[in-house]
């Protein structure tokens, strides 16, 4: 490279204008303070920024995920979006009863017009008499299958709604740091699926369920697998997921088919995260994952199709059997 007169003062190749003599590490292009990028050894130029950015190997966790998870957009953005839910489910009732002053002794609020659409339920129904209910569309039965999905962002009540969001907010940070934004919303919706088909199954097909406590208790789950696969103690987790566990089963209310089914779907998700070998981990991890919202799906076809039309259910309800 041909080095200008001793007795001319070098101006940055980005702006003719400023004079300097600091030079770029990898091309040795002069450069102003505002062109100076820190290197490891001296500065480099934004051209050589650029450049260095495109052949380097992206920074990757221990099970494959990017580095940008340790921020927790993925966490926070899930945290508004059931917070955006409860307000418009808030808006749609015109009610203070939907925020408090339902079950649970006041702390869970009642229901609004958004849960009437959203939330997981079998047979919908309208009680008109005590011994009798009216059947009225939209249900599982009817088809709708997006309350599989619906009902993980809605929440009766404001202590409901904080309970979950809390528990999210402490588990999805650290989670989401490990496995990478993609793994773990994927982990988070799978769990919350796993937690509706289970109550879809196995819960009273005439109450209607709604809440992310499945997609929770999945991160419990996932949260110490992957700390077991790290080798690092579970010690600070496992007394909170027995303790939430004997809530579970203590509270009426609760729905205990949700909590289980979310933890053992986020269970057999975070498996397959954390223990895929190196080599293809991205396609075993995606495979595991797809074999888990599969079984998941064949289970609800099956229960459908296994279920009474509307009006044999209506004429057995209606009969007490």
């Not at 480099?44 to 990017?66: D, I, K």
């Not at 957009?73 to 979006?81: D, G, N, R, S």
């Not at 808030?90 to 649970?104: C, D, K, L, R, T």
């Not at 496992?238 to 088919?257: E, K, M, R």
Request: charged share 10%.
């Amino acid at each position: 490279m041909t080095q200008p007169p001793a007795n001319v003062v070098p101006h940055c190749y980005r702006h003719p204008d400023r004079e300097t003599y600091v030079r770029c590490t990898r091309c040795d292009r002069p450069i102003c303070p505002n062109c100076m990028n820190e290197a490891s050894v001296g500065f480099q130029c934004p051209e050589c920024v650029r450049e260095g950015a495109r052949t380097q190997r992206p920074a990757r966790t221990a099970f494959g995920g990017g580095t940008e998870g340790a921020v927790g957009a993925v966490t926070i953005t899930l945290i508004v979006i059931n917070v955006l839910v409860f307000l418009a489910g808030v808006i749609s009732s015109g009610s203070a009863q939907s925020i408090a002053g339902g079950g649970m002794g006041g702390l869970l609020g009642g229901g609004t017009p958004l849960h009437e659409w959203g939330s997981l339920v079998t047979y919908n129904s309208r009680p008109i008499s005590a011994t009798e209910a009216q059947i009225i569309p939209g249900g599982m039965i009817d088809g709708d299958y997006y309350r599989l999905f619906t009902s993980m962002f809605l929440h009766y009540g404001v202590f409901h709604l904080l309970m979950n969001m809390w528990a999210l907010w402490v588990l999805g940070r650290p989670l989401e740091a490990m496995l990478g934004r993609a793994r773990f919303a994927a982990l988070y919706l799978v769990s919350g699926f796993g937690g509706s088909v289970a109550v879809y199954l196995f819960s009273d097909p005439l109450a209607q369920t709604a809440g992310a406590s499945g997609a929770i208790f999945g991160l419990f789950a996932a949260l110490i697998i992957v700390l077991r696969k790290m080798r690092r103690s579970v010690a600070g987790i496992l007394p909170v997921l027995v303790l939430n566990l004997v809530l579970t089963f203590s509270i009426d209310g609760i729905s205990i088919a949700g909590h289980l089914g979310g933890m053992v779907a986020g269970a057999a998700a975070a498996a397959g995260l954390a223990y895929a070998p190196r080599q293809h981990r991205t396609l075993i991890q995606s495979g595991a994952l797809v074999a888990v919202v599969a079984l998941l799906a064949v289970l609800t076809v099956v229960h459908t199709a296994g279920l009474m039309p509307t009006g044999d259910y209506v004429t057995q309800l209606n009969s007490g059997n």
